[in-house]
């Protein structure tokens, strides 16, 4: 038997290269701070830049992109997920980009901006209560519908390496190629987990540029569903650890869980928004936590980066528009923000580098 790959039809293939230029190749953020009378450094690729505002669209792109050229989704088909969110802003608004009715599975428990947002780039919404099985059931449900239909497409986010390759090949490149303009490498990579796919995905590419480099995922410690393998207590750091381990994720391959708690990440992405004027979402506070905290461990000096994987405006009627109570353990309070420096976004990894003139520009004597 032999496979044929098909070739997406002009058409597609021109609005992919639409939706390219619209998608990563984000600013990289060198932060500066003070933390226990140290100055220090850490480095977080800036993902609400991206079309959608989240870092979901990269491997929204890759996955419609692949499936495209494998003949998996076809022109009409109907793309159906199940997401915490972001996936699904991603998928309604790329899929609706290239024509396509989209609809999301999520639980109805996630915020209001999220399900509003969906609902206005076009996508139909299937609300899973906690009766119903919640995330799980989100993705039976999917899973459910396509068995009924052939015309139904599902990306399945948790399960499919190409979530993985999408970020080994853009965000890890992107970020690689920043720090080296700085004259710096990598030491260690630091991402909370919601399917893994960034954390997998540019530890992949950045064990591959420098095998010595440290990747390690986060979880929230109010509910440590990697370390424990099983969905225990809640948290309020939307995007990450949703209720299971997801299948792309190596917890093998990667250096120990680390624990942020969710008040602190709320905290932190307050004092990012107020402080230095960066307005992202809870789990760019935690993922800014987690990166002081694996630097703190392998020293001061470390290059030490991470993403911030949203911005603040899906959280307004959230606990990060109010009062958080600071306790005692928190790191944030320990932390004095100085300024951030961005790094030049890089050519060589611009959705037009192949073509591009303006990128080897030829001088005449
Ligand atoms: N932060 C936010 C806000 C997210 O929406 C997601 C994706 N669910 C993540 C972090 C985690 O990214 P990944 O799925 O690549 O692990």
């Known amino acids: 038997m032999t496979t044929t790959t098909l070739a997406p039809t002009p ?25 226990r009378g140290h100055r220090r450094t850490v480095y977080a690729k800036s993902e609400q830049m991206n079309l959608t505002g989240s870092i979901k669209d990269r491997m929204a792109l890759h996955i419609l992109r692949q499936a495209y050229a494998e003949g998996r989704l076809r022109p009409g088909d109907t793309i159906a997920e199940a997401t915490s969110g972001n996936t699904g802003i991603a998928f309604a608004a790329l899929g609706r980009a290239l024509g396509h009715p989209v609809t999301i599975f999520m639980p109805n428990w996630m915020s209001r901006e999220r399900m509003d947002l969906i609902h206005s780039l076009g996508a139909t919404i299937v609300p899973v209560t906690k009766q119903q099985g919640g995330f799980v059931g989100s993705i039976r449900l999917s899973e459910e519908l396509a068995a009924l239909r052939s015309d139904v497409f599902l990306p399945r986010q948790f399960s499919n390496t190409a979530n993985v390759e999408a ?14 303009s700085e004259g710096l490498t990598a030491d260690a990579f630091v991402a909370g987990v919601g399917t893994g796919g960034t954390v997998m ?14 990747v390690f995922p986060m979880e929230p410690a109010e509910s440590p569903t990697l370390s424990t393998g099983c969905k ?9 650890s949703d209720e ?3 299948a792309i994720l190596r917890l093998n391959d990667l250096e120990p869980v680390v624990a942020v708690h969710d008040g602190d990440s709320i905290l932190m992405a307050q004092k990012l928004a107020s402080d230095l004027g960066l307005a992202v979402g809870i789990s760019s506070g935690a993922n800014f936590l987690a990166a002081v905290k694996v630097q703190d461990a392998l020293g001061g000096d470390a290059v030490v980066a991470t993403v911030f994987a949203d911005d603040n405006k899906k959280y307004l009627s959230t606990d990060l528009l109010r009062d958080e109570p600071v ?12 300024e951030f420096r961005t790094t030049k976004r890089v050519c060589n990894v611009c959705s037009d580098a192949v073509t591009c003139e303006q990128k080897a520009p030829i001088i005449e004597h």
Not at 330 to 336: C, T
């Open 167 to 180: 970020h080994a090949a853009t965000t890890g490149p992107e970020l690689h190629l920043q720090l080296l």
């Open 232 to 240: 225990v207590g809640q948290h309020r750091i939307q995007g990450i």
């Open 327 to 338: 306790k005692s353990h928190y790191l944030s309070p320990e932390i004095s923000l100085r």
């Open 201 to 214: 995905g540019v530890g992949k590419y950045l064990r591959r540029q420098n095998p010595a480099t440290r």
């Open 11 to 35: 058409s597609v293939t021109a609005r992919f290269r639409s939706l390219e230029r619209l998608i990563g190749n984000t600013p990289l953020l060198a932060i500066d701070f003070e933390f």
């Open 244 to 246: 299971f381990v997801p």
